[in-house]
């Protein structure tokens, strides 16, 4: 260890534990929630990449990106959504040779629908609550 650096204190590695038992709690709650509307956790994932992608529609490298994949795992999870009628191709107007994703009306429709019911932003705050006072903590 660093000579500048301390070892954490138990109350550090107590806070760690349940930053990630929060995070996690809220993942697994968010996946039952996709697998409730027939998407699996994976799929979800990438249609939030497409739809909340900074300057429109993102291509499959800028997808790769947002899920921390590489980009042929990227293409096969896009062919796949493609195929189950989620996503779409499109050229870039302005360059032809770049490919942009965007969503169908029916994973817009689904992605929406997990995104903005009351149930998921009850959870989104019930997870601010909980991390605001261990992020804090070290103030």
Known sequence: MPPDRRPPTD?????????RDRLRSFLRWNEARARSVGLSPAQHQLLLAIRGHRG?????SDVAE????????AVGAVNRAVAAGLVERHADPDD??????SL???GAALLAGLTLTHQHL??????RDHLEPLLGAGD
Do not use: M
């Not at 032809?96 to 994703?101: C, D, G, M, T």
């Open 104 to 106: 169908t009306e029916r």
């Open 122 to 127: 009850q959870e989104l705050a019930r997870l």
């Open 66 to 73: 947002h899920l921390l994949i590489r980009h042929h795992s």
């Open 11 to 19: 109350i550090e590695y107590q806070q760690l534990l349940e930053f």
């Open 96 to 101: 032809r040779r770049i490919v942009r994703l």
């Open 56 to 60: 429109g529609s993102p291509t499959i």
